[in-house]
């Protein structure tokens, strides 16, 4: 079975266009789709892959043992400038972020991604972290987790849904999958389509506090604008509205420059536009894209590029 079908993998490519000697950021390795996609187009570059996961980085190795140029990285992205610098690298080409889990994670019962699979609840998608999805629950307060649900998930019963396992782990700790998907049947009815989509903000939402994911995403972000090189590329794709949402803004910030209110008849906030978007409106798989891989309908693609005489 396919680790992880690479999601809109030409437009990355043809975006990134790389070019022998160019230095590439794969911030998202996962089983490293997109980077031998990358490394077909043009072996001759330096590929620095990032994945949080060990797992992952095994099946990428794996994938790219023909290819030279690639470096391995076992961290979370909001490590990339420290990690770029531990390897001296002080420019990049391009980079690609292809947010959130692979289908493999989701697919691996023993990670605990999936309300249908009996497992423990881990979601950590480094094994390092310290708290498993468990742990967040059965330690949160009703507040936290309601906060969670909410913020994360968008969750229109999230006060209900915490109230309900709060009362739950005081019998018994919260540990498996489908303990969660039993707490959620009591707030909706068990098998409606209500009920279904619940679990999937649930876990959704879960997953994102376990991973800190949106914590991390706009200061990476960042990290990866200011260390392109101009007329280098950053590529996102994401695949819920509030990753995309982060992206939108902060490609916008760099894109905008100076923020001093129109009245200040001299800037005094000292930033320079940093980025030139190449489009206005995200890019969305076609249906034939969506047809061979249904996990790719929500992906969103925004890119863009560093101007010159920014560094
Ligand atoms: C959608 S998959 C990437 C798939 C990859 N592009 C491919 O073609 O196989 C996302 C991967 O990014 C990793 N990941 C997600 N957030 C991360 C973060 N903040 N830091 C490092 N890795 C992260 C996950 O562990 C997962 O392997």
Same mark, same amino acid.
């Not at 590439?24 to 789709?33: E, H, I, K, R, S």
């Not at 629950?137 to 309601?146: G, K, M, Q, S």
């Given at each position: +079975?396919?680790?992880?079908?690479?999601?809109?993998?030409?437009?990355?490519?043809?975006?990134?266009?790389?070019?022998?000697?160019?230095?590439?950021?794969?911030?998202?390795?996962? =089983?490293?789709?997109?980077?031998?996609?990358?490394?077909?187009?043009?072996?001759?570059?330096?590929?620095?892959?990032?994945?949080? !996961?060990?797992?992952?980085?095994?099946?990428?190795?794996?994938?790219?043992?023909?290819?030279?140029?690639?470096?391995?990285?076992?961290?979370?992205?909001?490590?990339?400038?420290?990690?770029?610098? &531990?390897?001296?690298?002080?420019?990049?080409?391009?980079?690609?972020? !292809?947010?959130?889990?692979?289908?493999?994670?989701? !697919?691996?019962?023993? *990670?605990?991604?999936?309300?249908?699979?009996?497992?423990?609840?881990? +979601?950590? +998608?480094? $094994?390092?972290?310290?708290?498993?999805?468990?742990?967040?629950?059965?330690?949160?307060?009703?507040?936290? &987790?309601?906060?969670?649900? #909410?913020?994360?998930?968008?969750?229109?019963?999230?006060? *209900?849904?915490?109230?309900? %396992?709060?009362?739950?782990?005081?019998?018994?700790? %919260?540990?498996?999958?489908?303990?969660?998907? *039993?707490?959620?049947?009591?707030?909706?009815?068990?098998?409606? #389509?209500?009920?279904?989509?619940?679990?999937?903000?649930?876990?959704?939402? &879960? *997953?994102?506090?376990?991973?800190?994911?949106?914590?991390?995403?706009?200061?990476?972000?960042?990290?990866?604008?200011?260390?392109?090189?101009?007329?280098?590329? %950053?590529?996102?794709?994401?695949?819920?509205?509030?990753?995309?949402?982060?992206?939108?803004?902060?490609?916008?910030?760099?894109?905008? =420059?100076?923020?001093?209110?129109?009245?200040?008849?001299?800037?005094?906030?000292?930033?320079?536009?940093?980025?030139?978007?190449?489009?206005?409106?995200?890019?969305?798989?076609?249906?034939?894209?969506?047809? $061979?891989?249904?996990?790719?309908?929500?992906?969103?693609?925004?890119?863009?590029?560093? &101007? +010159?005489?920014?560094?």
């Amino acid at each position: +079975m396919n680790y992880h079908i690479p999601v809109l993998a030409e437009n990355c490519v043809q975006t990134l266009d790389p070019h022998p000697g160019g230095v590439y950021v794969d911030a998202t390795l996962g =089983g490293g789709g997109h980077a031998k996609a990358l490394l077909e187009r043009c072996p001759q570059i330096t590929l620095y892959g990032f994945d949080a !996961d060990s797992e992952a980085l095994a099946e990428a190795r794996n994938k790219l043992s023909d290819a030279a140029g690639v470096e391995y990285v076992h961290a979370n992205f909001s490590r990339l400038r420290t990690e770029l610098a &531990l390897r001296k690298v002080k420019a990049i080409d391009g980079i690609l972020f !292809d947010l959130g889990v692979s289908s493999h994670q989701l !697919d691996t019962p023993a *990670r605990g991604f999936s309300f249908d699979r009996e497992a423990p609840l881990d +979601m950590r +998608m480094d $094994a390092r972290i310290a708290q498993t999805a468990a742990d967040v629950l059965n330690e949160a307060t009703e507040r936290e &987790l309601a906060g969670i649900f #909410r913020s994360y998930g968008e969750e229109p019963s999230a006060g *209900r849904i915490a109230r309900e %396992i709060v009362r739950q782990r005081g019998e018994k700790p %919260i540990q498996t999958t489908k303990d969660l998907a *039993r707490i959620i049947d009591k707030v909706y009815p068990a098998g409606t #389509r209500d009920a279904l989509k619940a679990k999937v903000r649930v876990f959704q939402s &879960l *997953r994102i506090r376990v991973n800190r994911e949106l914590e991390v995403l706009e200061p990476a972000l960042r990290d990866a604008i200011n260390i392109l090189r101009p007329g280098g590329r %950053i590529v996102v794709i994401s695949y819920h509205s509030l990753e995309d949402r982060i992206v939108k803004t902060t490609f916008l910030e760099a894109a905008a =420059g100076c923020v001093c209110p129109p009245r200040i008849p001299l800037c005094v906030c000292g930033r320079k536009k940093q980025l030139r978007l190449l489009q206005r409106k995200p890019v969305s798989p076609g249906p034939e894209e969506t047809a $061979a891989n249904p996990r790719s309908r929500s992906a969103r693609l925004r890119a863009a590029e560093k &101007l +010159m005489g920014e560094s």
